[in-house]
């Protein structure tokens, strides 16, 4: 079946400032029965789930887990050995000193399963927000998900589909699919922290993690779907900031010197339609 995507292009979505600017992009070109794909951190940001790391005070053992566990055993020894992409591996040899507090709030808030993870911890973003703050998945995804439609419905009268993902992948090991993340539909196996994380290197990855669908359909149909607008996204953004080291080049500045001010003068895809014909 053939399909179309149309890249949903808006401002820089401002914490807290809820879901206008997305909703007005969706309503300027929807249709009925169209499916909208929309990133977990736009979702995160309107609704104000962030959290400034720079208020918590690293301890020892967040120190071991950046400096030695992921800088030296994962960037130097783990990493190489379970044939990590090469970019992984850099990043992790380069961690700057802001990964402490990172860490310390991972362990705070979601235990040492995620924390040993030495990338991708808990599904939480340093990209696309400002300074030293980052974007949680959001708290109620389903509900964020239904709450759009609802809205779009009352001032377009369009019935759309929602689907939020993620793109901290799903896999599939012997039949079953997982995500290290906490949050996916109940289909996809969740929190498995860093022992999914290493079963990733021995797994299929299927595609992003779904976290809510406004339309019951088979888990598959959804990934490909969330394939089909990261691939979209990717291709229509001039600065894809599919991580903070992609941010700080586009900038040229400190980790924690991105403003909103910055993040203002690019243009940002916070979701893609996808029509079928």
């Known amino acids: 079946m053939n399909y179309k995507t149309i890249p949903l292009k808006t401002d820089y979505i401002i ?17 009925n029965n169209d499916y909208i ?22 301890g020892i053992i ?10 030296y055993i994962w960037g130097y020894i783990l990493g190489p050995l379970l044939n990590y992409n090469q970019r992984t591996i850099t990043n992790l040899r ?42 949680l998945l959001p708290e109620n995804p389903q509900r964020s998900a239904y709450t759009l439609q609802k809205e779009i ?14 793109t901290d992948a799903t896999y599939e090991l012997h039949g079953k699919l997982f995500t290290t993340i906490p949050l ?9 922290g860093i022992i999914g994380y290493i079963l990733r290197r021995f797994s299929k990855n299927i595609g992003p993690t ?13 990934i490909k779907l969330g394939n089909i607008a990261e691939k979209c996204q990717k291709e229509n953004s001039e ?23 910055m993040l203002k003068t690019v243009t940002h895809i916070p979701a893609v339609l996808i029509r079928f014909e």
Request: one cysteine or more.
């Open 37 to 58: 794909i929309i990133s977990e951190t736009p979702i995160s940001t309107a609704e104000n789930n962030l959290v400034d790391e720079s208020n918590y005070n690293p």
């Open 94 to 135: 380069k961690m700057p000193k802001e990964a402490r507090f990172h860490k310390q709030f991972i362990l705070e808030k979601y235990g040492l399963k995620h924390a040993l993870q030495p990338t991708a911890e808990a599904g939480v973003d340093l990209s696309n927000v400002p300074g030293q703050y980052v974007s």
């Open 184 to 192: 996916s539909l109940d289909c996809i196996k969740n929190n498995t």
């Open 15 to 31: 914490p807290g400032e809820g879901y206008l600017k997305l909703i007005n992009s969706i309503i300027g070109v929807c249709e």
């Open 62 to 71: 967040a120190y071991i887990l950046t400096e030695i566990w992921g800088k």
């Open 239 to 261: 600065n894809f900031f599919e991580t903070i080291y992609n941010m700080k080049n586009v900038f040229d500045t400190d980790f924690n010197q991105i403003s909103i001010y």
């Open 210 to 222: 779904i976290l809510a669908s406004t339309i019951n359909k088979d888990i598959y149909e959804l």
């Open 153 to 166: 419905k009352e001032i377009s009268g369009k019935d759309v589909n929602i689907i939020i993902i993620d």
